[in-house]
Each structure stands twice: as C-alpha cells, then as structure tokens.
C-alpha cells in the first residue's frame, strides 16, 4: 500500500478578489511518488485529471465531491482517504494505491494486476522487475486469448488467476531479494490448485531455463496436511541457491509440497521420487493437526 498526499494552496488571483471568497485550483497540487513500485506515469494521470478540472470556490462542496468522484475513477486508486479545501490549507487530497502484485499477457505486452484483481494502466514490454526480481506473470498459458481482451480497469475473476496473485503476494512476503534474483522470471499457473493431491502437484511454476516448481494449494488454503507456505517457499529458496553454489548444482524440477522437498537435476534423466509426475511413489505425509511451526523443521531439498 502507498498513500499519496497531495496539497494546493488557494489562489488570491482576480476571482477571489472580485468575488470575496477563496478559491482553489486542482491544477495547482503536487503529486509526489510514494513508492518504487508506483507506475511513474501514474503521476502524470493524476496531474492531467487535475489540470483538466476547473478551479472552484472553498466552500462549493458540490465540486469537491465531483472532483473525488473522478479521481476514484482512475484504476490504480484504491481508496481516498482525505479530500477537503479550507481557507487555511488550501485543496488537500490524500490517496491510497493499488500496488501491482502480478501481470498478464497482453497482446505484445503485459499490464499489471493488484491484488484485488484490478487491472491496472500502463502497458509493458516485458514482465517489470520488483527490486531484484520480477512480478510474477498469470498463467495458464492457455488463457493468453482472454487475458489479451483485458483493459485498465477490468477485474480478474476466474478463482485460478486469484488464486495465482495469492501465490505471487505470498513470493513476495516470503522470498528475499537474493533469492528473487535467483528466481527470475516466472508463470504461474493456479488452475489445478484445488485438484492437489499426492499424484496431481496442484499449482506449478514455470521458471526460467524450463525449471519447474510444484507448490500444492494456494497459499490461503486451509486444507488440513498442507506444509506451511513458508516451508514450501524455503525449500524454493534452497534449491535456488544450489544453482549458484560451488560447484554449481543445476536442476530441472523441484517438488516443494514435502517436508523433504525433492530435487531433479537437470543432468539426470531419472525422476528424483516425485510422485506427482511419476504417479508412483511414497504417499502424501499425513500431518493433520501440525502447527505452522513445522515449517521451521523443513530442511534443503532432497537431491537425486
């Protein structure tokens, strides 16, 4: 979340001097980016919508309300918190940000997603990077053809992208800058989330250099047995730092749903005991009624 605060002094030109009364101008505020992750040229929407409303007297609430009313129109708005004028400060505005959690293929580019859902303005050529990483983008790729329909605005709907942005705010609070970095960029792929079982790996992510990551349910899931999100994201981690390790350890598939996540090199052609894709193997370890602290016993990958 970003709050933007916004302040105008009110003018004492020709129309508060014929008049009597003060004037404000929203032509006149100065909007300040809040945040990194703040899109710069929202700033410069902000000042259009501003420049192209009318000055209007102090006290015409009217104008006031009709003003608040056209800067929660703009989609990466969440909220406004504070929108007033008086003769002492002038026209002050305060304004809560949608901050963008992922993005979505959109024709040749991509727009950001909240995480709300809102599709937010401001196309890109590339998925954009957060710190040292990148926002996640939603998947599955079989929905490129809807996602290239989306504008500014539009709300994503379908539980599988939602369940995606969870998956991507839970990356985000999870994963440090180190380890994002590692990461790289990244699909998401939510719609067989609520299909996890011990032979289906639910969510996958596809990284780069055709890694794969299997990650269970969503991360709001509250299916008793599931690990705990912050050992799944661990044992990411972990298997993140083996690529950069000496001597480097690279591997094509990671499954992070165990206590002992399992591991496939990439130079090895046989399946490192992951159920999920071979259909065989040990059954799913039943941990029903573990607290969250099991996380902290989750240990570096297996690695076959």
Same mark, same amino acid.
């Given at each position: 979340?970003?709050?933007?605060? *916004?302040?105008?002094?009110?003018?004492?030109?020709?129309?508060?001097?014929?008049?009597?009364?003060?004037?404000?101008?929203?032509?006149?505020?100065? #909007?300040?980016?809040?945040?990194?992750?703040?899109?710069?040229?929202?700033?410069?929407? =902000?000042?259009? /919508? *501003?420049?192209?409303?009318?000055? #209007?007297?102090?006290?015409?609430?009217?104008?006031?309300? &009709?003003?608040?009313?056209?800067?929660?129109?703009?989609?990466? !708005?969440?909220?406004?918190? %504070?929108?007033?004028?008086?003769?002492?400060?002038?026209?002050?505005?305060?304004?809560? =940000?949608?901050?963008?959690?992922?993005? !979505?293929? @959109?024709?040749?580019?991509?727009?950001?997603?909240?995480?709300?859902?809102?599709?937010?303005?401001?196309?890109?050529?590339?998925?954009?990077?957060?710190?040292?990483? #990148?926002?996640?983008? !939603?998947?599955?790729?079989?929905? *490129?053809?809807? #996602?290239?329909?989306?504008?500014?605005?539009?709300? /994503?709907?379908?539980?599988?992208?939602?369940?995606?942005?969870?998956?991507?705010?839970?990356?985000?609070?999870?994963?440090?800058?180190? &380890?994002?970095?590692?990461?790289?960029?990244?699909? !998401?792929?939510?719609?067989?989330?609520?299909? &996890?079982?011990?032979?289906?790996?639910?969510?996958?992510?596809?990284?780069?250099?055709?890694?794969? $990551?299997?990650?269970?349910?969503?991360?709001?899931?509250?299916?008793?047995?599931?690990?705990?999100?912050?050992?799944?994201?661990?044992?990411?981690? $972990?298997?993140?730092?083996?690529?950069? *390790?000496?001597?480097?350890?690279?591997?094509?598939?990671?499954?992070?749903?165990?206590?002992?996540?399992?591991?496939?090199?990439?130079?090895?052609?046989?399946?490192?005991? @992951?159920?999920?894709?071979?259909?065989?193997?040990? %059954?799913?370890?039943?941990?029903?009624?573990?607290?969250?602290?099991?996380?902290?016993?989750? @240990?570096?990958?297996?690695?076959?």
């Amino acid at each position: 979340m970003a709050v933007i605060v *916004a302040l105008a002094r009110y003018g004492t030109g020709s129309r508060s001097e014929a008049s009597g009364d003060a004037w404000v101008d929203p032509a006149r505020l100065s #909007f300040g980016s809040p945040s990194p992750w703040m899109d710069p040229r929202w700033i410069d929407t =902000l000042e259009d /919508l *501003a420049a192209q409303t009318d000055p #209007f007297i102090v006290a015409d609430g009217q104008a006031l309300q &009709a003003f608040g009313e056209r800067l929660l129109e703009l989609p990466f !708005i969440e909220r406004l918190g %504070k929108l007033g004028a008086d003769r002492r400060r002038g026209l002050f505005v305060e304004l809560t =940000l949608r901050r963008p959690e992922a993005c !979505i293929p @959109v024709g040749e580019g991509f727009l950001l997603v909240s995480r709300d859902g809102v599709v937010l303005p401001g196309r890109w050529e590339d998925p954009p990077r957060s710190g040292l990483g #990148f926002l996640p983008v !939603i998947g599955p790729v079989r929905d *490129a053809g809807l #996602f290239a329909l989306a504008r500014p605005g539009d709300w /994503l709907v379908d539980p599988s992208h939602l369940d995606a942005i969870e998956v991507a705010i839970s990356l985000r609070k999870h994963l440090d800058e180190s &380890a994002r970095r590692r990461l790289g960029r990244c699909l !998401i792929d939510a719609s067989r989330g609520p299909q &996890a079982s011990v032979e289906e790996p639910g969510i996958r992510l596809l990284l780069e250099d055709k890694r794969l $990551c299997l990650f269970g349910r969503s991360p709001t899931t509250e299916e008793p047995g599931e690990l705990p999100v912050a050992a799944k994201w661990n044992a990411l981690a $972990c298997a993140l730092a083996l690529v950069d *390790a000496t001597p480097p350890r690279d591997w094509d598939l990671v499954d992070c749903r165990w206590d002992r996540p399992d591991l496939r090199l990439a130079r090895s052609p046989r399946l490192a005991g @992951v159920a999920a894709i071979s259909g065989r193997g040990r %059954k799913r370890p039943d941990r029903r009624g573990e607290s969250e602290t099991g996380a902290s016993r989750t @240990v570096g990958p297996r690695v076959r």
